[in-house]
Each structure stands twice: as C-alpha cells, then as structure tokens.
C-alpha cells in the first residue's frame, strides 16, 4: 500500500513542471560551476608553482638566515577539493596591503552554495502543496476516503517526495564529477571521494530536512497560496538572515576588545610601561651599588670611565657590576611586562573564541550553517582546516628555526669570524612546507555533530509535520 | 480610469494577509539591519579613534564611512591604517575581530537586505496578478467595461508598486531619521544627498523586480508555475549569475593572486635591505628602489585588476542584480573603484611622505603632511558607470514591463 | 419592433479554434430593446463562445459583432459602454465588501458619481440580504454572488446586458427572484442575451429562444410559438439528432 503511495508520489513530482525546471537548472550550473571552478582551482596551483619558483629563484642569491621569515612562510596550497568547494576566501587577506575585494562583493558560487541556497528553495518550491495543494484539489478527500491511513500517507509523502528531489541533484552532480575526472589537472584521492561521499550524505539530510518542513508548513495551511507565503518568509529567515545575523549578535553578547585596542595596549606594556619599570627597577639596584661602590657616584664622561676601570680593578668591578644590574633590571622588565602583554593577548584570544563560538552557536539556528560547517570540515576548506593549517605551519616554523641555529652552529664553528646571520647560505636542505591536508579520520569526527544536528532538525520538522497532518481537516 | 485601479490594487492588499506579513518582515528586516550595521560602524569608529594619526606622524588612515550602514561594500579595506614606514606602506588594523564566523556569511547592510528580501517581496506582489484576477473571474467583468487592458496593467503596476514602496519608504526614512538623532553619526548634506539616490535606486530595483513578476504571471496560466519559475529566476539574478560572473572573468584574465603580490614585496624588501647591509651603496637609493619596484608591481596588478573587475562586471551585469549592487556602492563610496582610487591616493601619500624624508639629511622627518582622502565626487562617480548601471537596471524593469504589456494584450482572458 | 435599432447584432458571425474546432458557425443574431433573447444548448455548443466574442475577449474568425450599431473589434472601449456582463461564476474580489466591489465595477462602468445610497439601493434591488452589503464577498455562498454580480450589471446601466449561464448553481428561490429582476429589466427596455441550460426558465423569461448546436443556431422560437409548442421535447429531439450521425 504505502509502496503504491510512495509511486504517486514520485510519480507526481517526475512529472510536474517543476521537476523539469530544478533539472534543467541544476544539470547546467552545477558542471558550469565544477568547470569553472576546477580551472580556477587549476590557475591556483600555476599560480603557487610560479610563486614557489621566484622564491627559489630569489633564495638562490639573498638566502640569508637574518631576513629569511619574511620569504620562507608556511601557505596553504589549493587541494583538489577545491573544484567542487571552495569554503574560506583566502583572497580578502586584509592584513597586507594587497587585497582582492571581488569576493567581497560578491561571494563564489561552490557546491556548498549550490546546495545550501538553491536545493533548499527547491524543497520548499516542491513541499508547499504537498498537503494543501491536494486538499484544495480534493484528491486527498478522495484518498483519504479509500481507507488510506493518515501516517501512511504522510510517511510516503516524505519519503517520495524527498527521494525525488535527490535524483537532479545527484544526476548533476555526477555530470559536475565528469567534468573533474576529465581533467587531467586534478587528481582526486581516495579519501577526497569518501568525504564527498560524506558531503552528499549530508546534502540527502539538508534536502529532506527541508522537505519536512516544506510538508509541516503545508500541513498547517488550508491554501497553498498561503502555504508558499509562509514558505518563503521560513526560508528568508533560516537561510539568508540568520547565518548572517549570528556573527554580530555573537558580538553583541559576548564583546571583545577590538585587536586594535589590544595592540595598543600591547604596545603601551612592552614600551612606555616597560621602559617606566626599567628605569625604576634600574634605580633601584643601583642605589643599591651606590652604596657599595662611591665610584658610581661620581659623574664621569665614558672616556674618563673607560681608563678608570684599565687602572683600578676595583672601579672595573663596579662598573662591571653595574653593567649587569641595568642589565638584569631591564630584563626583569621585559619579563615582567613580556607576561603582561602574554595575560592581555591571551584573555582577549580567550575572547575571540568565546564570540567565536557563540557565533557558530547562535548561527547552527539555521540548518544552512549546520551544513556550510558540515562541508567546509569535511572538505578541508573551513574553519577546522584554518586551525590545522595553523598547527601544521607551527610545526615547520619551528622545524626551520632548529635547522637555521644548526646551520649557524655549524658554519660558526668553520669560520667565527664570518657575521652568518647577514651572509647567503646555500639552504637547499632546508625543511620545506608541504601542506597536506588533515586525515580524513579527524575530519569526519569533526563533522559528526553536525551530521546529527541535521538528522535531529529534520527528525523534529517530520514529526511536526506527521502531528499536523494527523490532525489536518480534510474538508 | 487607471486611478480606479491603482486604488482598487491598495485597497486589495491592504486587505490581504500576505501584505502585512511581508511588509512587516521587510520592516523587522531593514530596522534590525540599521541596528547591527550601526553598532559595527561606531565600533569601528571607536577604532579609528584609536588609530587616528596624531598631527605629524606619516600615517594615512580614512575614517569610516557612514553611508557604510546602507553598504559596507570594501569600507573595511578602506578603513585601515596603511603606516609609511621607513621603506614603505605597513598595514595595520586589518581585522576588528577574530571572529572567523563573519568570513562565512555575507554582511546584513541594507543593500543585501533589499538585493535578496525585498526583491523577493516585490515578486509575492506580482507573481499572481493576472492568474488571480483570471480564477476569480474578475479579469473578465472588468475587460467587459470601457476598460483597456493597458489601463488594467498601468493600474497594477502602479498600485502595487506604491503599496510596496510607500510603506517601505516610510520604514527606512523612520530609521534613517533614528539614526539622524545619533550624535555619533554625522552626514555630510553629500552624503545625504547620496542617500537619497540609494533610495531611489532602491525604488527602482524594487521596480525592476514588480514588472518581472508581472511579466511572468502574464505568461503563465497558473499561478503556482508562475512562483516556480519565478523563483528560479530569482535564484539566477540574485545569486547565481554575479556569483559566477566573477569566477568567469578570472578565468580569462589572468591576474596574479595577492598572496604572489605581497610575497613579491617581501622578496623586494629583504633584497634591498641585505644589500645594504653588505655596503652596496646607500640606504636612500634602497628605498627609492624598493619604492619605485613596489609602485611597479601595484601598478602592473592595477592594470590587470582593472581589466578583471571590468570584465566581471560586464558578465555580471546580465543580472541587473549586480549592476543595482554596483550603483549602490559606487554611490555609498564603498564601491570596488572607490577603493580602487583611494589605494592609489595611499601610493601617492607613501611617495610624499618617502619624498621628504628622502630629502632631510638624517632620513627623519617629525613633520609630514596629513592624509585626506577625498572620495570621488558625485558626479564623477555617476558618470563612471553608476549612472549607466541605473540605466541599464531602469531598461530592464522597462523591457519587462513592455514585455508583460505586450503579452498581457494576447491574453486569453476566458 | 423591427423598425428599431437592435442593440447586440451577431452579423454572419463564425469562429473557428486554432485546434480547428468550430465554435460559432454563421451565427446571426439581432437583439433589440425590451428583448430577451435565451440560447440554449449542450455544454461546448458555442454559447459561450457567442458571448466571448461579443465582449472582445476573442476575435471573430468571420463576421462581426455589434453594440449598439458600434463595432466590437473595431472600437472595442467604445463598445462595452452600451454593455452590462454576469459572468457565469464570479469569484469577485474576496476581501472586498458586497459594496466595495460594486464601487469598483461601477467606477470602471464609467458610474463615478454614486453616493453609498445608491449602492445600496441596487443591492437591495437584487434582492441581497441587507446584512450582507458590507461583509467580505469571501463568505458569499454562490447565489449571494450571483445577485452581486447583476447588481454590477444594473449598476452600469447599460443598454444590452450579456449573461452566461446566470442560474447554473441557483437554488429554485434565488433562480425565481434572478428572472423578477430579468423581468424589470427587460421593462426598462433593456436588450438581454442570456445563455443558458435552463429550458423552463428560458421558455418563461425570453422573448426568443434559440437553439445552438456545434455552433449553429438550429432553431428559434418566438414567446408566441413556444405557447403551442413543448420546448423541452424540441430541445431534447435536436441534441438527439445531432448525437444521430455520429453513432
């Protein structure tokens, strides 16, 4: 019986006009999108290639360990991902003086916004007349009439339904990996096609989650009319005004000083306030000196200082004596104020993390979040890939701070008296940056939440959907 | 005639339920939008305060615009402080915030509020018009009068582009004028004045998107197709075609990525500053060198940037979308040549700056010029493609008009 | 009755479908002041057709359409002056009040002078329910619509009135006090096609009756000869005999 409904229902959607319309639209962006994208994705790695050979070219003649952190930087590399998700913009790069503000204004199109914009519309545009279009058609009267149990009917409208909607997806999709295979550019891995495996598992939860929804809304209007109305303010709602509205409400309940503000403040501790401390730590031991040795005392040019310490050992043990006291009292200082500044950054870094975390909080209100984190993680694209890009480039920053003191170690030994710091090295061993992105294992347990989160949302709008329609007047 | 039924069409949607909702979204939409926007400008100007240049110090920074409520656009980009420092330009004050949550979603200003809501809105107004008026069997009782069919669409339009325009004029206004009471938030009578081109620009996209409504539902028998397609079209112009537009543009003009740029800066730096340190010649023929190599690249990048914003914006302009986006933040001062212009204001403080410095003997200076940048006037900003971009936005919500009058005539009104 | 103008004048009228379908064949018709013309006929006959084409709302393949001696597709504004229109099931406007909906009709009528009083007095003329006049026409069940929809029609004034299957859907009381108001207006030297299903009706109220069948009139009677004749066996007789040569 519910297998007869559920051909209805497929049937039903085949058939209509909209499903011609999200197939057609979806078979053309979606492999325009991987097409374009997989050149781009291709014009990246040139680019970096090219980069990566004037870096070398430039090592060649200036390889000097003194300015070197400025060339030799850890970069992410464009993955092959990268055809089908491209996740955080890397190109707005605010913090150098070029920036690329084309992103900006207009953000890319990607499968992530494929699915999170486009196919959840497509589910609402399928779902509103689910129940209300048959009632104002007086086929579910005439369904109903036939014995046909409320549940059944609701479940097999669901599933029908839902499964439909996945079949122009996943037909362009496979079109859209045609196009990735073709090129001969972009090698996808084994562990790239099971986490695109993951994506599409997701993108199935999205769409029904939203199907369900589309159903609930349908289920609690007597006219699709009003039903598409309600629809589209829902849609409005989670998926443009949320997402975007989370980062600044975040921000609104959870403040943090602005990095300016810290860098000023930064900046006061490790100079006007370092140097303040200094000069009283300074003063204060040599007041102690003072006492033990007159000579520091009396005001001397450093010519005059200079043969007093050759003739008297004893001036040149306070003097020395001297010298370490400033010594010690400035670093003192710099410690003193070294661990202030780490207590400032750290707590306004704590700071960060909290609205950060509100933020994604806040905004996982949306399914379309809940997703977007979802397929970024898993591609190795988002926030979770910044993090271990972040570790990674650690690693090797201090990999290659061990191999320049070595280096120096070594040359030193063979020559002293060459200033090393400031002369070309051949560095053609050096340890190398090769980024590689994170396990796959990792990933996916980053991704779990998320999984359930969608199955949860799309567990609830069923059920509100089912309660609805069981409760539905039919008349 | 026309009157008849342009008060007819407000009464109609004064009456329906589908009027208030959607006005009272959009209303809910654009004042929390004023409320969020505000707040991030005045944080921001907090922020400038603290970074402001004190009188003397090589330092350009542009304070924050306040037409950045409307439209943020690159007004971030634009608000840093670019520090000339003894070689060149450093960068400072990037990010307000670590918060990496912002980099995923598009900002809530007041433009993507009317680009994505209201255009939807101005859609629910027209989709079902003539479909409606057809089931309902008015169409025929009112053609069966001394009344033409022109007059009946003139009529439509009119009413309801008024019922959505009035009540969202009066929305914004109310919270333009909320903001006015603000004492931190000053407008200049220019930047008042740019205002109000944003709002009629507003009124014009609002219109655009009314008229290709109307188009559709005279082109449809049925209400639900005309939403579905409809819909789709949305998605198309709104999101998918500028979208797209710019990565097409990037694949046929090659551009380096800014990342090669400022690598290329850093190797040009260490090189001249390790040749100084060996002694080759002296520290101001050094940063002259580095100067001029940076200007080269900035300026060959300039060149290549330039052909790919033009081309992107010419595919992208298939969606009138994005030429409204483009008008609009031309206008607001936030656009892409805007920045364009005013980064190049910065290159010619930083030669200023190095210039004087270049000419005192110890190579300081404790008294360097202040940086004002002046944003491009109006009428250059107009005559440098916004006002075309209004144009062409105006001539496609007139074509479509034309369009839905012409195919509203063969309408099979039994 | 003949040395006046006719008001509705079908002159050779044909229309022909662009499915091929021929919906009205030589169709001539003259209907004058005081008259009440009823066209019968099985559902797809041509009657609405008929109708359509006297209301512009498609053109004729031959012939012509007159009212009121003007042209219909030559000046079509012009034309729908001299006419009144009761469609066959009009929703109207459903947020709309019984009297703003009329204010509307009447305004597009060319009536833009009228008080509430007026308004009113029509809905009262057509016999709706006083507590009626300003509730939302949403609520309306048919009958109440079908009344408000002749009140536009009397409303206008207008010479020749065209109605399509006014009593389809009326209950026997309501359809009774529709062909009172026929009556009156017919009175008033108003010209009146109606098309409908409903032959005791159409043998009470029209002056004329004519029969169409697959486009053609087949058959008109008089008031005067239908009185010696049973209109429902001719009616039935015809559509036996045009089922006839198909089987």
Redesign the interface.
Known sequence: MIATIVKKEVLGHILS??FI??LA?LLV?VP??TF??T??YL??ID?AS??QA??ET?LR??A?F???G??L?A?PTPIPFHALVRG??????????????????????DLV?IVT??MS?VAL?FAY?AVS?EKEDGTLKLALANGLARPKVILAKVAGGGLTLLVPFLLSLILGLLVILVHPGVDWKGPDWVALALVTLGTALYVMLFYGLGVFISSRHHS???S???S??VW??LV??V??????I???LSP?P????V??EAERLGDTERDDLGRKLQAERMRELVAKYPVLNERLSEADKKRLMERDPAAREAFEAARKATQGAWDEANRVQGEKIDTVRRAA?QQ??A??GL??TI?MVSPL?VF?YLATDLSSTG?RN?AYFGRVSDVWDRAFWDYAQKRIAELQAKDPATDWW?TPVDMSDRPRFVYTAEALGGRVEAALPGFLLLFGYGLVFFVLAYVSFLKYDVR | MTWTIVRKEILANLLSYKFYVVILLAAVLVATSFFIMTRDYKERLADYSLIRPKPGEPIAVNPPNPLSIFAKGLDEAMARSFEVGPTGISVRAGQKSGNTVFAFFPTPDFLYIVRVVLSLVALLFGFDQVSREKEAGTLRQMLANQTSRSTILIGKWAGNFLSLAVPFLLVTTLGIAVLGLDPDIRFSSDQVLRLGLILALTLVYIAFFLSLGILISTLTRRASSSIVILLFIWALLVFILPNLGTLVARQVVDVPSVRALSEKREQVWTREILLRIKGQGDMPSHIRSISAENDALEADYRVKFDRLVNLSKNINRISPVASFVYAVTEIAGTGIGEEGAFKGEVVRYKNAVLGKRLASPDLKSSEYPAFLYRYRPLGRVLVRGALFDTAWLAAFGILFFALSYLAFVRYDVR | MTDTKPILKADDLSKRYEDGVLAVDHLNLNIYPGEVYCLLGANGAGKTTTINLFLNFIPPTTGTCFINGIDVTKDPLEAKKYIAFVSENVMLYGNFTARQNLDFFAKLGGKTDLAKNDYYQVMRRVSLQEKAFDQRVKNFSKGMRQKLGIAIAVIKDAPGILLDEPTSGLDPKAATEFLEIMAELKKEGKAILMSTHDIFRAKEIGDRVGIMREGRLVMERTREELQHEDLNKIYIDYMKSAEAPAA
């Open positions: 006009f909209r319309v999200t639209l962006v325009v999108t374009v994208l050149n781009d014009k990246r680019d090219l980069r004037e870096i430039y003649s200036y000097h003194n300015r070197i400025n060339i930087q970069t955080l913009a890397p190109d707005i790069n605010l913090g150098e003086f070029d920036n690329d503000p084309l992103p900006v204004m207009f953000p890319l199109v916004f914009i486009l519309l545009i007349d279009g699709s009319s009003a598409i109305m309600t589209l303010l409005v709602l443009l005004v997402p975007s509205l989370s980062p600044y975040a921000s609104f943090t602005s990095r300016i503000q860098d000023r870094a960060e993390e609205q950060t933020a994604r905004s979040s977007t926030l910044e400031n």
